[in-house]
């Protein structure tokens, strides 16, 4: 059983910082992409940022500059860095976590967490 747990967000005022974590446990052959997506209320779910398993990172153009994803490949866990927060990223903010139960298989399995709820006042 694959499991995510999220940690983190809370509420923050504008140009504050907050940082998530997403700490993946279970057997697993590997570990491959990992990132974070988010919602806020009435939209659609969109990419925030991922890392894959060779450490290179990506962002959305929203968040560039602001925002650090990381990985502890050790501990199978991904960070959320969040600097110079906006009242547009407040949003529901959930991880994910693409794997491989077993080397002969093709296809990344997606596993997703609980959500963590990011809410920045003006």
């Known amino acids: 059983q694959v499991e995510l747990v999220e940690s983190g967000g809370g509420l923050v005022q504008a140009a504050g910082s907050l940082s998530l974590s997403c700490d993946a446990s279970?057997?697993?052959?590997?570990?491959?992409?990992m990132g974070w997506y988010r919602q806020a209320p009435g939209k659609q779910r969109e990419l925030v940022a991922y890392?894959?398993?060779?450490?290179?990172?990506h962002y959305a153009d929203s968040v560039k500059g602001r925002f650090t994803v990381s990985r502890d490949n050790a501990k199978n866990t991904v960070y959320l860095q969040m600097d110079s927060l906006r009242p547009e990223d407040t949003a529901a903010y959930y991880c994910?976590?693409?794997?491989?139960?077993?080397?002969?298989?093709?296809?990344?399995?997606?596993?997703w967490g609980q959500g963590t709820q990011v809410t920045v006042s003006s």
């Open positions: 994910y976590a693409d794997f491989l139960v077993d080397p002969r298989e093709h296809r990344n399995r997606r596993l």
């Open positions: 279970g057997r697993v052959f590997s570990f491959n992409a």
């Open positions: 890392i894959d398993a060779m450490g290179v990172s």
